[in-house]
């Protein structure tokens, strides 16, 4: 917890991936079963105007990474969140005790991605996303090696077992690590 210069009561876990990877039906259930509060930073942006206009191609907010962190920065400090977001290295490090990156094969995406509409530049964009594996490295590349895990997402039954082990985990998680 170097940096946070306090100790959080329960943790916070921030849930990353390509869009379409299950990042809030996971969340959703997670909180669910655990103490933990959902913040799902897109929603976020959008109730607040946290952004900086919208990006024409990519048809996204361009959101404000400052004003993101800022709003965000009180409840991080006191923990118990669970972060939904599809990108993560603009997050203080400190502010997540588990980093989890959800993966989807790429034909099982691309269909959930075009049954909610995704074309044209947006669906290529995601699609490239996942196949370099690019929230696994920007995860590796922002944070400690035993804070990140991939855990696959193709089926309603591997979200179970998501959510059963990040449950169980946040649910025995003491301050001190003991
Ligand atoms: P994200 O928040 O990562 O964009 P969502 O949770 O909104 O993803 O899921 C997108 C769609 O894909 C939803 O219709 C959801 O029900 C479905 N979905 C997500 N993950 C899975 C999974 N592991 N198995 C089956 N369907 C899934």
Redesign the pocket.
């Known amino acids: 917890m170097a940096g946070s210069g306090r100790v959080r009561a329960r943790p916070n876990i921030l849930v990353t ?10 969340c959703s259930l997670l909180v669910d079963a655990t103490q933990l509060r959902h913040i799902n930073v897109g929603e976020l942006v959008k109730a607040k105007n946290l952004h900086d206009g919208w990006d024409e191609e990519f048809e996204c907010d361009i959101i404000n990474e400052e004003l993101v962190c800022d709003e965000l920065e009180d409840k991080m400090e006191d923990g118990g969140y669970v972060v ?1 977001y ?1 990108g993560c290295d603009f997050f203080p490090e400190h502010w997540f005790d588990r980093v989890v990156v ?1 993966q ?1 094969d790429n034909s099982i995406l691309h269909d ?1 991605l075009t ?2 509409g995704y074309m044209g530049a947006k669906l290529m964009n995601n699609i490239e996303c996942e196949i370099f594996q690019v929230l696994l490295e920007e995860a590796r590349s922002s944070y400690a090696e035993n804070v990140v895990v991939a855990m696959q ?4 039954e ?2 179970s077992n998501n959510v059963a082990t990040l449950a169980e985990w946040a649910n025995n998680w003491r301050p001190d690590g003991s």
């Open positions: 991936g390509t869009p379409g990877t299950g990042k809030t039906t996971t939904d599809h959800l989807t959930r049954s909610r997402s193709n089926s309603v591997d979200i």
